[in-house]
């Protein structure tokens, strides 16, 4: 998606870019009632979606393909209609409230699309001109520090055709941050960045949020999102399984009972017969979910019977481990 066409208001919006700042919901940035999209052929993207994304958070928005995110994001940005139910954005039913909300949101969904002909300099001033809510006497000047903030500069006059993937979603996300947002949509932010690259990404979300803006974050990297997001949502089949602060959302999946010791076979069948359920055993590490009762008399069963015990303790449960859970399915959640 074109950065532009998630940002540029209709000029006929005379003034409509003050609406958002006094009309923000105090029930969240983003908030949806009962959204559903069904496409021709009877096919449900969306069903039923109530989501709510609170002011000056960081949203991990997850799912698995097919789950309905992408769908999703298209009709809060006021790309495609919803079936049936309601979205609001900044306070502002979208699609309707178009022209008055996206002056205020920055977007980069499903990758940037840009002027390969074009230098990344002369991608983001042709993306600002085509923003009348813009100022031409600060233009270049605000696109040079976009070009800073996400690392950029070197690479400036170089033509956008001749871009990494890593560079590319680099200049995207500059085109978001042309201008100051009350709310960033990012689809997959960290796409073909290396290892630096994402740690710099992710520093730059916790600034973006920590001066107020709050971000909307997709992802398949279940790791990012438990480094840089404070609440997080999980969908499936088009539905919304859980939503809430990610530290409850790991903290509602069960951690794993774990026993470091070389004696792994004799330690599998002590677990056992302790009701430990789920054992499996990997080199010098046995594993199995936490049993009801104490664990001291587990650990006390296990040096009786021989094993010799250089580690136990109960593992808190990962973002992946409560995604699992509650999905029934692995984390390949681009779609």
């Known amino acids: 998606m074109d950065e532009a066409s998630a940002t540029e208001p209709d000029p006929a919006a005379h003034g409509a870019g003050d609406g958002p700042a006094a009309g923000d919901a105090g029930d969240g940035v983003i908030r949806t009632r009962a959204l559903t999209k069904r496409y021709r052929g009877g096919q449900l993207a969306v069903d039923g979606l109530d989501l709510t994304v609170p002011a000056g958070s960081v949203f991990g928005f997850l799912g698995p393909n097919g789950s309905g995110k992408t769908t999703t994001i298209r009709m809060l940005m006021g790309l495609i209609e919803p079936t049936s139910g309601t979205a609001r954005v900044l306070g502002h039913p979208m699609p309707r409230a178009s022209r008055a909300v996206l002056p205020h949101v920055g977007a980069l969904i499903e990758g940037p699309a840009l002027y390969g002909f074009l230098s990344g300099r002369d991608n983001l001033l042709r993306y600002d001109a085509a923003d009348p ?28 055709k001749a871009y990494s993937l890593g560079m590319k979603q680099r200049l995207g996300l500059a085109a978001a941050l042309l201008q100051p947002r009350r709310l960033l949509v990012l689809d997959e932010p960290t796409n073909g960045l290396d290892p630096q690259g994402m740690r710099e990404i992710r520093s730059l979300v916790r600034e973006l949020a920590s001066d107020g803006t709050t971000v909307f974050l997709s992802s398949h990297l279940l790791d990012e999102i438990e480094q840089v997001c404070t609440h997080a949502a999980v969908m499936a089949r088009g539905r919304l399984i859980v939503q809430g602060p990610v530290s409850e959302l790991a903290a509602g999946a069960h951690g794993r009972l774990v026993v470091t010791t070389p004696d792994t076979g004799e330690a599998v069948r002590v677990l056992k017969e302790q009701g430990v359920a789920g054992v499996t055993a990997d080199e010098d590490r046995v594993t199995g979910e936490p049993p009801e009762r104490d664990l001291a008399e587990v650990n006390a069963a296990l040096v009786t019977a021989g094993v010799r015990v250089r580690g136990f303790g109960v593992e808190r449960a990962s973002l992946e481990d409560a995604f699992v859970a509650l999905t029934g399915e692995g984390f390949d959640v681009a779609g």
């Open 133 to 160: 809510t813009a100022d031409p006497g600060t233009r270049r000047v605000r696109v040079a520090a976009a070009l800073d903030r996400v690392g950029l500069t070197a690479a400036a006059g170089k033509k956008a």
